[in-house]
Structure formats: structure tokens, C-alpha cells
């Protein structure tokens, strides 16, 4: 099935092209959190064959994604973000720069760590 979300990927659009290693990491990390989901579904639902068989899937997929961060470096690159955006703006961002600094921290992140997590590190940094 990843195969076939690679496929699709490059034939969407206008034109068929090759993906990048990156888009396709982005296309497979996109698979994993669908297995994920699905497994959750399943389980909740009391079909645990089937949730174990979207976990399994997940396991597999999840082994050709670059590793993923741990708390305290996915804490210390949005540091750095915010840095970068308190230099760019000459004060601290507020909450309503949140944006801004996502840009920053998704670029310096590059898919190590799911967005989810990105967003409530980088909230909880710019609430404190």
C-alpha cells in the first residue's frame, strides 16, 4: 500500500514526476499516522487482529523514516526558532507570531518529528 501512495503521489498533478527522497519520507510518514489511526479505530471498534495488523504495518514503514527526535531536541531546535524569530522581529514573538515560528522550526525539524508535537512544543514555549 506505500508503494501505491508513492505512485499516486507522482502521478498527481499535471504531470507524472520522480519524488525526492524527502517527499517521499513526507508520502511514508503520511502512511505511518494512517496505520496509526487505523489501529486505534480497529481497537476501539474490538477488531484487535486487524489493529495489530495496522501496528504491524506502521513498525515496518516507520524503519525507512529518519529517526525521530526525543523531547529534549525537538525543546532545543524550537529554542533555536524562536531565537531566530525574536531576532527577525527585535522582541519575543507572542502567540500571535506562532506561525512564523513553525516556519522556523518545521525547516530546522525537516520531518524528525510530527507536527502535532512541533506545534505543542513551540505553543508551550511561546505561552511561557
Do not use: I, W
Request: no cysteine.
Amino acid at each position: 500500500m506505500a508503494l501505491a501512495a508513492v505512485t499516486t503521489e507522482e502521478v498527481a498533478g499535471d504531470t507524472a514526476r520522480v519524488l525526492s527522497d524527502a517527499e517521499v519520507a513526507r508520502v511514508l510518514t503520511r502512511e505511518v499516522k494512517k496505520r496509526r489511526e487505523a489501529a486505534e479505530a480497529f481497537a476501539d471498534a474490538g477488531r484487535v487482529e486487524s489493529a495489530q495488523a495496522e501496528r504491524d504495518e506502521s513498525a515496518v514503514l516507520s524503519e525507512y523514516l529518519p529517526k525521530q527526535l526525543g523531547d529534549d531536541e525537538l525543546a532545543t531546535l524550537v529554542a533555536e526558532a524562536v531565537a531566530e524569530v525574536t531576532e527577525q522581529l527585535g522582541a519575543p514573538p507572542a502567540q500571535r507570531q506562532m506561525g512564523q515560528v513553525m516556519k522556523a522550526a518545521n525547516a530546522k525539524v525537516a520531518g524528525r518529528a510530527e507536527g502535532g508535537r512541533v506545534a505543542a512544543a513551540v505553543k508551550s514555549l511561546l505561552q511561557s
